[in-house]
């Protein structure tokens, strides 16, 4: 069944969604263990703040393409109780850790920083993960070790084992919905507009698609528990009543005959010049 729903406009993301979800679903005492979701909603933050509220988000991560060959944050070896950088791939340790505003960043990250000229002379130099300052100067090179990239790039090594994918394969059964929706009950192609009347509208979908799943598996009798649904003894009938019509010759719709106006035949050239000509 549908549990829940949110109406945003089309160029809003999906990214940080499940957070707001998990949160109606637990004031209504419905929080999941295991929450599915597809790959749009799953960030590092994401994972952490589901964690934090009892929910482990099952979804794939997502990251931009690296070159092959590059060295990522999972060849670093952390201290697992602080989440600080403990050596590099090359077993060289961090001269510091320490919070910083890179990139014109929104928010201050937390940085481990390098020897610059260590780093400079390493054969990884280039594919590491580890960069230098931005300002092209020597100094320290830098990588960024948030719990929020961290939580990600555990989940990219997560994935990597295709026993993730045969528990996340249960989440393919809600595109069944969501098609249901548009199809059946005409989501994708509402006939209202406004915020609150599409509001309305797909709150009113959502209770009846609910109420049909509901009506489709619900017994006809207490006392017969092996009853056959309302829904189903319904459909069974219909397709016994339009078999039964076909086998006789009948239809369940008549034939529609359409009379066709007598139409004069278009005159050739010849006779519109004659005629032209008396």
Request: with cysteine; proline share 6%; aromatic share 6%.
């Amino acid at each position: 069944v549908i549990t829940d729903y949110e109406v945003v406009g089309a160029g809003v993301s999906d990214k940080g969604k499940s957070t707001g979800i998990l949160e109606r679903l637990a004031a209504r005492g419905r929080q999941p263990e295991r929450l599915h979701t597809d790959g749009g909603y799953t960030t590092g933050e994401a994972i952490l703040e589901a964690g934090a509220m009892g929910t482990d988000l099952n979804s794939p991560a997502t990251r931009g393409r690296l070159p092959e060959g590059s060295v990522g944050r999972e060849a670093f070896t952390f201290d697992e109780a602080s989440g600080d950088i403990l050596a590099c791939p090359q077993g060289h340790a961090p001269k510091r850790h320490d919070h910083a505003l890179l990139h014109g960043e929104t928010g201050r990250a937390y940085y481990a920083y390098f020897d610059g000229e260590t780093c400079r002379e390493c054969p990884l130099e280039g594919r590491c993960v580890a960069r230098g300052p931005n300002s092209k100067k020597p100094g320290a090179y830098h990588v960024e070790v948030s719990a929020a990239l961290r939580a990600r790039d555990r989940r990219l090594a997560k994935q990597a084992d295709p026993s993730f994918w045969d528990v996340y394969a249960i989440r393919a059964g809600s595109e069944a919905t969501m098609s249901e929706m548009k199809r059946a009950h005409g989501q994708g192609r509402l006939r209202v507009r406004g915020r609150a009347r599409v509001l309305l509208a797909t709150a009113m979908k959502a209770s009846a698609c609910n109420v049909k799943r509901w009506l489709k598996g619900r017994p006809s009798s207490p006392a017969s528990p092996n009853a056959e649904p309302p829904m189903a003894a319904l459909a069974r009938s219909e397709r016994v009543k339009r078999t039964s019509q076909r086998r006789s010759g009948a239809t369940t719709r008549p034939k529609t005959s359409y009379s066709r106006p007598y139409a004069l035949p278009r005159p050739s050239y010849a006779d519109r010049e004659r005629r032209r000509a008396a």
